[in-house]
């Protein structure tokens, strides 16, 4: 066998290392299309602007590929120098097997940010890391009825196969190079060049911080502002969001700017002069005497419906009848309409509404962090419980998710009941009475009336429902009524159309359950003595519906209340904006009379106050409609904005505040 000088193995092994990572390039980049022709394409306003997305991303794209270039250029500079040529001209086979495993993982958080995005309409966060604490089991039969898992199958150990035979194929080939011997000094010159310029594509940039630490935008377009983004800093990024909330390295004062001055950010969230020397005081509010209220204390229940996002309903007729019992009730109360959801999860939802704080963006849940066994004073249950209520939190699902039954009983909850407790008391035995993810809505439901009709004291119950989640399974006895999308229905989605129909007819089976048990709570002695309020946790269907106006839209989910005759008020103005902060301000002082709570959010029907609905993803409501984070566009959303940020810094000095209990 004819030996060729060393460095030419050297040149041949990069060359073809960078025409498979080139390919992948593209592989990346199509990607990328594919997300703007599903999920973008349809509100497109300026091509200049996709073509200014797309090239960020593949610059981004270019970057990670650059930092698995890397490493054969350092190994093969670290042989050169050391002279062991032998092991040089044996490397081949080394790079395909380093390729083969640096794409394929690369491509497996491809796969699960499509997916992501295709549920949360957002590149992979740090709730991906919430699926370890979910129902394997369910996720898996998500996965099985949503998604043809054979079909799915078979593509990607074909994709495996393509890809490692196009590797073998390109590292086996040895490209024609001129075998000219160089000399020492051009061979270092190779090296260093090429060292250079893996190092340039690897930051991105030659200015002061690297290209992927602060991806700029692109377009007023906020899905085209997604597109540059790809898998692998997102993951990275959720990565280090999620270390943070775990190590105690997080920092909500400092991250929204008032480390030092936390004094100031109180002033600027109370809007008035405040008491320096304690802080939390400047937090505590007084609902008024009410004489009425003292003699009869009225049942309190609040329903956080899955997924009940507020956009879809702007569809509502007779062919598209989403709403369905609920309808009649949404017409005869009151329903805020300008309200917004804390986060886009479940968990970073509930947590945030129960406890009277804003959501913390980039953080984990509570009940999966140190502050498990932290009990909140200013928790909505506890301000219940001082006021003579018993209270409840009911689960349709396993109190283990989450550990959302552990963190409940420390936050002011007596009793917290889930799937299990359900089905006993209700004396159900069907396992046609069960979806993936716990009971039928209609059942919890059920149970919550028992309670009430039952109780011999006045009740405070948190309801949190299951339906109207993936896999979108509705219970075999509930009569569906059929949904006919329209043509402009169909021009706002974005996902698959069939996928669409079978999430909202699991949309409109727990919107129909919550107006059932609105009809047998005015049906019923309840009528005269209960206040109810039903809300979302997020508007998930956001991931398979584009919007005329993102910001405004997106987030939205509706607070719908109901008060008898007795309490009935007159002075409320449904448009006010607002998120899940306000919703308990709200309650205390429509049904507790001279009682003391501690709360960030206000009461909606205080027309003094500064109105603003809070995302912990960085979207802002205002009575001028929605905007970005730091993108205030009119005077009221720059006070908006600053109110934001202040109340952030406030609930953290909040939280800290508290002390675990034993």
């Not at 002695?525 to 309020?533: P, W």
């Not at 308990?584 to 500064?610: C, E, H, V």
Request: with cysteine; hydrophobic share 40%.
């Amino acid at each position: 066998m004819k030996h060729i000088n060393p460095f030419l193995h050297v040149k041949r092994q990069l060359l073809s290392i960078f025409i498979v990572l080139l390919s992948f390039l593209a592989l990346m980049s199509l990607v990328r299309i594919y997300l703007f022709i599903n999920y973008a394409a349809k509100g497109l306003e300026s091509y200049l602007d996709l073509f200014w997305a797309l090239f960020l991303g593949l610059r981004l794209d270019a970057s990670i590929l650059a930092y698995v270039m890397a490493l054969p250029t350092l190994y093969l500079l670290f042989l050169w120098i050391l002279r062991l040529h032998s092991i040089i001209e044996k490397s081949y086979s080394l790079f395909k097997y380093y390729l083969f495993v640096t794409l394929t993982l690369i491509t497996i958080l491809m796969i699960m940010d499509i997916g992501y995005f295709s549920f949360f309409s957002e590149h992979i966060t740090l709730m991906i890391f919430g699926i370890i604490d979910d129902d394997t089991k369910a996720l898996f039969e998500i996965a099985k009825k949503n998604y043809n898992l054979p079909l799915f199958t078979l593509f990607g150990i074909s994709y495996l196969i393509a890809l490692y035979r196009y590797i073998s194929y390109m590292l086996n080939r040895r490209p024609s190079l001129s075998s000219k011997e160089a000399t020492v000094s051009l061979q270092a010159g190779f090296f260093l060049l090429l060292i250079v310029a893996v190092s340039l594509i690897g930051r991105g940039s030659i200015g002061l911080f690297p290209l992927a630490k602060d991806i700029a935008d692109v377009s007023d377009d906020p899905l085209i502002n997604k597109l540059p983004k790809n898998a692998v800093y997102a993951m990275v990024d959720a990565y280090d969001q999620y270390s943070k909330s775990k190590d105690g390295s997080y920092d909500l004062i400092k991250m929204s700017g008032y480390k030092g001055k936390i004094n100031r950010a109180f002033a600027l969230h109370v809007r008035a002069p405040i008491d320096e020397s304690n802080l939390i005081k400047n937090l505590e509010k007084s609902t008024p005497k009410n004489s009425y209220l003292e003699k009869n204390p009225p049942n309190v229940v609040v329903v956080m419906v899955e997924s009940f996002g507020l956009p879809i309903l702007k569809y509502q007729s007779e062919k598209f009848d989403i709403l369905r019992r609920l309808k009649k009730h949404f017409d005869e109360d009151t329903v805020f309409t300008n309200f917004i959801s804390a986060s886009n999860g479940t968990i970073v939802s509930l947590e945030p509404l129960l406890l009277n704080i804003t959501a913390r963006p980039q953080s984990t849940s509570f009940a999966q962090s140190k502050y498990l066994n932290t009990s909140f004073k200013q928790a909505s249950a506890r301000v219940y419980k001082d006021a003579g209520y018993e209270t409840s939190f009911v689960y349709g699902g396993d109190l283990s998710w989450r550990n959302v039954g552990s963190f409940m009983s420390r936050q002011g909850f007596e009793h917290t009941y889930g799937k299990a407790a359900i089905s006993k008391a209700l004396h159900v035995k069907s396992k046609d009475a069960y979806h993936d993810w716990g009971i039928y809505d209609k059942y919890s439901y059920d149970f919550v009336l028992k309670k009430l009709k039952n109780s011999k004291k006045p009740q405070f119950i948190f309801l949190l429902t299951t339906n109207n989640h993936p896999p979108y399974i509705i219970s075999k006895e509930y009569n569906s009524k059929k949904l006919n999308f329209s043509k402009e229905l169909k021009k706002h989605i974005t996902g698959d159309m069939d996928l669409a129909h079978k999430r909202f007819s699991d949309y409109q089976y727990a919107l129909d359950m919550a107006g059932r048990f609105m009809d047998k709570i005015k049906s019923s002695s309840l009528a005269k003595n209960s206040v109810v309020a039903i809300t979302g946790d997020n508007n998930t269907v956001e991931g398979i519906m584009s919007y005329d106006d993102y910001y405004t839209q997106t987030k939205k989910i509706p607070f719908y209340l109901y008060l008898p005759s007795a309490l009935h008020v007159n002075d409320i103005n449904t448009s006010v904006a607002g998120s899940h902060k306000d919703i308990f301000p709200t309650l205390y002082n429509l049904t507790l009379s001279n009682q003391t709570y501690t709360s960030i959010g206000t009461d909606l029907r205080d027309f003094k106050a500064l109105h603003c609905g809070f995302n912990d993803a960085g979207v802002i409501i205002s009575a001028d409609g929605g905007f970005k984070l730091d993108r205030p566009k009119t005077p009221l959303q720059k006070k908006c904005n600053e109110y934001y940020k202040a109340s952030l810094a406030v609930s953290e000095y909040l939280i800290k505040g508290s002390k675990p209990i034993n």
